[in-house]
């Protein structure tokens, strides 16, 4: 497969008062064309600041960010706000969690996805007309031409979602971004946006880099997993290697956290103790997790812990993972 994406040591700090305190840490990660590659981790761990990064969405006032973004052989942390604008969409659509918010409350939809065909592409005006129509028809709009005309509070939220994604995919880019595109809809729906999400993948042969906590999301779409914890990535593999054979103790406690389907509902649920640490608090020498296990010996974590291949493709920061077994996680006595 061929690598589209190229994140080499990349970080990201936000400035607060007069101080700038990374949310995303020394992350490098790549991505091939026609592959899912899921990012994880729980609220706080710095997985949309990484998704807007390589977007180029934030406000060079009060945020840097360093390392390389590789696309097309681009350096995209170099480009100006016309060369992203000309990438953005075209070649690298987004999804977003709340697609009122991203959604213009007073265009009707069809003239929001025509602009979108107006500046990236040569598409005459029933050309364009026609566009927004096949593509409100392949999300699964049941009458696209009325939706054409609607505007987006006049929709269900499934719908919207499905409008995003059309949006999204108006200029068949070669990345999606998709930063956590179902978790405002109910379970049924949540199902239907990420299949389509899949089906148009494959066609496409886009990369996807999706972003999620839900981990049932992730065995069912991902080819690959990025495990993120306070900015960094603690464990890297295949969907396979991560679900099989998680090595990290945040991997384990988040796969302890997920409910059981052939569960009885009954059993304890268990919840990783603690919570991730504000970027301005966060304790940068050493295994960030450490505070979180704590019945593992200081000994246990590498002093600069660094990322280290277990098997080929599979990699997990710190060596504290040799410490401990699966069921001894959440054994804090
Ligand atoms: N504009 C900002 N200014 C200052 N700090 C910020 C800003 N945006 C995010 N942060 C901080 O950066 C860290 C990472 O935030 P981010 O939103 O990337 O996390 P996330 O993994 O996407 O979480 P969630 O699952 O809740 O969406 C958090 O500590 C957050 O408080
Ligand atoms: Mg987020």
């Known amino acids: ?18 101080d700038y305190f990374n949310a995303v840490d020394n992350v490098s990660l790549d991505l091939h064309s026609n592959e899912v590659l899921a990012i994880v981790g729980e609220s706080g761990c710095g997985k949309s600041t990484l998704a807007t990064t390589v977007m180029g969405l934030h406000n060079e006032n009060l945020t840097k960010s360093t390392g390389e973004i590789i696309y097309d052989g681009k350096n995209l942390l170099e480009l100006s706000e016309d060369e992203l604008n ?28 025509e602009e979108a065909l107006v500046y990236h592409t ?38 919207r979602q499905r409008v995003m994604i059309a ?6 880019p ?22 389509l999400l899949k089906q148009l993948q494959e066609e496409m042969h886009a990369g996807v880099i999706l972003i999620t906590h839900d981990l049932g999301v992730v065995a069912e779409m991902a080819d690959r997993v990025a495990v993120l914890y ?33 569960g009885d509902g ?19 020498t050493g295994c960030r997790f450490a505070p979180r296990v704590p019945w593992l010996k200081e000994e246990a974590h590498e002093k600069n812990p660094s990322l280290h291949e277990v098997e080929a ?7 504290c993972h040799k410490h401990f077994t699966f069921e001894e996680v959440g054994n804090n006595d």
Not at 137 to 159: D, F, W
Not at 313 to 319: P, S
């Open 313 to 319: 493709g599979h990699f997990v920061r710190c060596t």
């Open 167 to 172: 949006m999204a995919l108006s200029c068949k």
């Open 174 to 195: 070669n990345i999606i971004i998709a930063d956590e595109p179902t978790t405002a809809l109910d379970v049924t729906i949540q199902a239907q946006i990420l299949d």
């Open 86 to 113: 000309k990438i953005r969409t075209k070649e690298i659509g987004m999804i977003f969690q709340d697609p009122l918010s991203s959604l213009n409350p007073l265009q009707k939809i069809g003239k929001q996805i």
């Open 266 to 284: 009954n059993e304890d649920l268990y919840a990783i103790e603690g919570m991730v640490p504000s970027i301005k608090n966060l304790d940068r």
């Open 1 to 18: 497969m061929k690598k589209i994406l190229e994140i080499k040591n990349l970080e990201t700090a936000f400035r607060i008062k007069d």
């Open 230 to 262: 306070a900015g960094e990535v603690v464990e890297l593999g295949t969907s396979e290697q991560v679900f099989q054979n998680p090595q990290h103790p945040y991997t384990r406690s988040l796969l302890r956290s997920i409910p059981q389907l052939d």
């Open 122 to 159: 040569e598409l005459k005006k029933e050309e364009r007309e026609a566009r927004v129509i096949e593509l409100l028809t392949q999300v699964g709009i049941p009458n696209p031409q009325r939706c054409a005309k609607q505007y987006p509070h006049e929709l269900s939220g499934g719908m």
